[in-house]
């Protein structure tokens, strides 16, 4: 079964810095993707970036990029130039892509807070 | 404009009162699947459905049901409520089973459903 770990409950970055956020994942499936959701306080799920398994190079959107480390089933999250309005909960997803369903699992969230 | 939409937005009910919560999309997309969201576990699928009259269990189904007899609904329902079933629940779909087959084809939610059962 896959699993995604975030081992970072919580997290605290000043605006204007730099902070990544960790996860690591297991699967057996060579073809999948990875995703990084924003929650903000409203709760909506807010999907941030994504990457496919396939594709070697580090997907990227705008202060958002990702260090995908496919050998080490690691995908964090860098966000550069942290905003206050980035302060939320943040969960790293898999899904493999074959089979006859998909789902997401979902990491257990880090809770970034972003302080003036 | 594209989404989807989940009523009640929030819910306080009492223990075995049934209740249904319902999820609705305008996006013509195939696949439709319920998640709960509790403190320390993130979310986990409750059940999915791959089209009109095809739906099975994610990985947390017990104490739930749902129905798909239109494509645009998907309604979660719980017969006889507990509460441990106490929890966010969001309503998802997507264009294709598979969730992503190119760039914008992912997964949309809900708003979600904040669900109390004393």
Known sequence: AQTVTQSQPEMSVQEAETVTLSCTYDT????????????????????????????????????FSVNFQKAAKSFSLKISDSQLGDTAMYFCAFTETTGTASKLTFGTGTRLQVTL | ???????????????????????????NHEYMSWYRQDPGL??????????????????????????RKE???FP?????PSPNQTSLYFCASSLSIFLVTAQGDEQFFGPGTRLTVL
Do not use: H
Request: charged share 25%; aromatic share 10%; net charge positive.
């Open chain 1, 28 to 63: 057996s499936e060579n073809n999948y993707y990875l995703f990084w959701y924003k929650q903000p306080p409203s709760r909506q799920m807010i999907l941030v970036i994504r990457q496919e398994a396939y594709k070697q190079q580090n997907a990227t959107e705008n202060r």
């Open chain 2, 1 to 27: 404009e594209a989404q989807v939409t989940q009523n009640p937005r929030y819910l306080i009910t009492v223990t075995g009162k049934k209740l249904t919560v319902t999820c609705s999309q305008n996006m």
């Open chain 2, 42 to 67: 993130g979310l986990r699928q409750i059940y999915y459905s791959m089209n009109v009259e095809v739906t099975d269990k994610g990985d947390v189904p017990e104490g739930y049901k749902v129905s």
């Open chain 2, 71 to 73: 494509k645009r609904n």
């Open chain 2, 76 to 80: 979660l329902i719980l017969e006889s």
